[in-house]
């Protein structure tokens, strides 16, 4: 017969292993009713994987709401013990690690904040040696992926085995929409370098607002993410942190309802037979820009010499602003977004005078 404690761990373990995997909570452990309550309604949805709750809050200001601290331990615990459902929380020192699992916490996560200091990073790691518990980080604050890789590393070489990615946004200087930018492509690039980990987006803070939580949910999913961390309280708009961005536990029942849940594959040969004609047309399309670009390039290089031959420096602004402009007048006509071009014809631009410098300096 199982002992209770290994009932728990398999039950740690089958959610950690579920797709898609939901895990939800309030933002912070205010009282142990709070707690109770919320695990209670999100366990009551059927929807929920794993229970989260904010302990120790590192806030940007002293002076704000820092957490209830490590006496919410016991809520969590009791929280498990009611609903069955297993337990994650934030940790940022190695004594919040030790603290944590001291009261069976089954999953801990590293935040953003705390990602960006390999120092911190680095304490969490070596409280961790020996130990057998899934950790999720989240990407630091700012769009860095190399400190977010360099914090999976410092896990993984702590003995860490099951180690998984929050992808909660990025701050944004001039950003209105939402609270930290998503900036999708680098969440993508750091999943293509990391194929083996689950990823897991936080919508609740890259929102910061409930009202278009489900349009960043849906997105998630339809790129292929692995799971949803989303703030749940059982009165909103009173939370101690972050109101605006939590929601109901039935409202995010409704939410998770309402989401089209995709498949990354399907098993019809049909299926399979469409796509790959629709892959080798991209293929083709492919092989015909290389070699367009490469033509470009070599027009450059004759452009390049004759800016040697006649003193004429590479960068020429007043061309370029109105290649652009020419690009966006027709990107309108072609269904080609702004931020596309921009990112193309720049790089495009980076290429055409690394070929002109290196004419110059021969």
Not at 67 to 82: C, D, E, M, T, Y
Not at 93 to 111: N, P, S
Not at 118 to 127: G, I, K, L, M, T
Not at 263 to 270: C, Q, V, Y
Request: charged share 25%; aromatic share 6%.
């Amino acid at each position: 017969m199982q002992t209770a404690e290994q009932t728990t761990a398999n039950a740690a373990q089958e959610a950690w292993k579920k797709r898609p995997l939901i895990i939800s909570g309030p933002c912070s452990a205010e009282t142990e009713e709070q707690v109770l309550a919320t695990a209670q309604r999100l366990a009551a949805t059927g929807r929920v994987n794993m229970l989260r709750a904010g302990i120790w809050k590192p806030r940007t200001k002293p002076g704000m709401f820092e957490g209830i601290g490590a006496k919410g331990l016991p809520w969590l615990q009791q929280a498990k013990k009611l609903t069955g459902l297993p337990t994650t929380v934030e940790v940022a020192t190695g004594k919040q690690v030790e603290d944590a699992l001291t009261f069976d916490v089954d999953v801990l996560w590293v935040g953003a904040r705390t990602t960006v200091n390999p120092f911190s990073v680095q304490e969490v790691a070596d409280a961790l040696r020996g130990v057998n518990v899934p950790v999720l980080i989240k990407n630091p604050i700012n769009p860095d992926l190399e400190l977010w890789a360099g914090a999976v590393e410092r896990i993984a070489r702590a003995g860490i085995k099951d180690i998984g990615l929050i992808h909660r946004g990025f701050s944004s200087y001039g950003n209105t929409e939402f609270r930290n930018a998503p900036m999708w492509h680098l969440a993508i690039e750091m999943k293509l370098k990391h194929p083996h980990m689950p990823i897991i987006n936080d919508p609740s803070h890259i929102c910061g607002r409930r009202d278009i939580l489900q349009e960043v949910m849906q997105r998630a999913i339809d790129l292929d993410y692995d799971g949803l961390m989303i703030e749940s309280h059982i009165d909103p708009d009173n939370a101690w942190s972050d109101a605006k961005q939590q929601i109901t536990p039935e409202r995010l029942k409704e939410m998770l309802e309402a989401i089209i849940w995709r498949k990354e594959d399907s098993n019809s040969a049909e299926y399979h037979a469409a796509l790959e004609k629709l892959r080798q047309q991209i293929n083709h399309l492919d092989d015909e820009l290389m070699q367009i670009l490469s033509q470009r390039m070599k027009i450059a290089e004759k452009i390049g010499q004759y800016k040697k031959d006649n003193n004429i420096t590479i960068l020429q602004t007043n061309r370029w602003n109105e290649i652009i402009e020419k690009a966006f007048a027709k990107g309108d006509k072609t269904g080609l977004s702004k931020e596309f071009i921009t990112k193309y014809f720049d790089a495009v631009h980076m290429e055409s005078i690394n070929h002109q410098k290196k004419v110059m300096d021969a």
